[in-house]
């Protein structure tokens, strides 16, 4: 899971950021990693009541992962069913693990009788249709396990009406079997939305390979055989580099200029998956400023800013405060502004929400403090 500003705003719940709108972050391009080391004091005065001191810092952590898996959940179903005329009968079985990094536990291992009736007006194009009802016959003992209506036709408190739909052929895709539910929020003081909505378990065709097969077979006595397979594999993850316990949020985003300071470059992917840690040491009181830009009309990005303070709480994250140096595809370059309160390491981390001009994204962050015009 990348860091996007959509994401951002859910960890900082009201506060604003200095402009509103989900990134982009399809944006893909091979990793060039031409780290340096520029160090050059810029002091710059740009209509501000001080001048920029340019300040040193170092790049700690270098291309370094912007996400930690910390659960893989692998889920698989396996089933078999009759059709005969309009009914269906059938079983399947629900397997679920989990991993922690400890190692994979079984959280289902569950068989399930499968019941179905022929309904119409779902599609028009499909083979048949059945409303289906999903029933736990073993749990394996595993009392805890949750049962995933979309996939086990078992209905929880949310999703509900399951039904099967099969599709020998449906454009580019063939073999293909849907689950069709609707969404009642009831429980939880919300509404009743029907749908349908859709997951697709199993198609062959297509730009994109499916989680499942699915294979209907003629029986010599007039009924027919639907077999299936799917399976899953999900990962929750946490950020390297975020990490919101700040109380509030901390330095001025508003910023509309480059402030200048001492100057270093490097590069990141476009993909956003990977992060640059730069650490500079500050005194409490002084008026910190970082800036990153873009470089080069090649390897131009949209690049973003988060402040840690010594505790590691992120303090901030800054995003389209000023038009880049050199454009990128869409949107701007950041700067922040951060009234240091305590001494100490404080980390400016770099990252890249895409809208790449080339298949690098290098830039140059400066790095100072604010001192008062003599």
Do not use: H
């Not at 996007?4 to 859910?10: K, P």
């Not at 993909?271 to 990153?292: K, Q």
């Amino acid at each position: 899971m990348i860091l996007t500003r959509s994401l951002a705003l859910l960890m900082l719940g009201a506060l604003s950021l200095s402009a509103c709108g989900d990134k982009d972050t399809e944006d893909t391009g091979e990793e060039a990693d031409t780290d340096t080391d520029t160090d050059t004091d810029t002091d710059t005065d740009t209509d501000t009541d001080f001048d920029v001191e340019g300040i040193s810092g170092s790049l700690v952590s270098d291309d370094a992962p912007s996400q930690n898996v910390i659960l893989t959940t692998v889920s698989t179903v396996s089933a078999s069913a009759t059709i005969d005329g309009k009914s269906l009968t059938g079983d399947l079985t629900w397997d679920v693990t989990e991993d922690d990094g400890a190692g994979a536990v079984t959280t289902c291992d569950a068989d399930v009788a499968l019941s179905g009736t022929a309904v119409s007006g779902y599609c028009t194009d499909c083979d048949f249709a059945f409303d289906m009802l999903g029933e736990v016959t073993d749990d394996g003992g595993l009392t805890d396990c949750t049962y995933d209506a979309r996939y086990t036709y078992v209905e929880d408190s949310v999703l509900v009406n399951p039904y099967l739909v099969f599709f020998s052929e449906y454009g580019d895709y063939y073999d293909e079997l849907r689950t069709g539910f609707s969404v009642d929020y009831a429980d939880y003081g919300g509404g009743y939305y029907a749908g349908p909505y859709y997951s697709y378990l199993a198609y062959e065709g297509g730009k994109y390979p499916g989680n499942g097969t699915a294979e209907l077979t003629d029986n010599k006595d007039g009924t027919q055989t639907l077999t299936w397979d799917w399976s899953s594999t999900a990962e929750d993850t946490e950020s390297t580099f975020f990490n919101y316990c700040a109380p509030y949020y901390a330095f001025d985003y508003y910023n509309d200029q480059a402030w200048g300071g001492s100057s270093y470059t490097s590069s990141l992917n476009c993909d956003g998956d990977i992060v640059d840690t730069w650490e500079v040491t500050l005194s409490a009181g002084d008026t910190f400023l970082a800036t990153v830009d873009t470089v080069a009309a090649d390897s131009a990005f949209d690049p973003y800013l988060v402040i840690n303070g010594p505790d590691t709480c992120s303090l901030g994250i800054a995003d389209d405060s000023f038009d880049c140096s050199f454009a990128p595809a869409k949107y701007a370059c950041p700067s922040a502004t951060l009234d240091a309160d305590v001494d100490g390491v404080y980390q400016v981390v770099v990252g890249s929400y895409g809208s790449c001009n080339g298949t690098a994204a290098d830039y140059e962050i400066q790095l100072g403090k604010a001192v008062p015009v003599e």
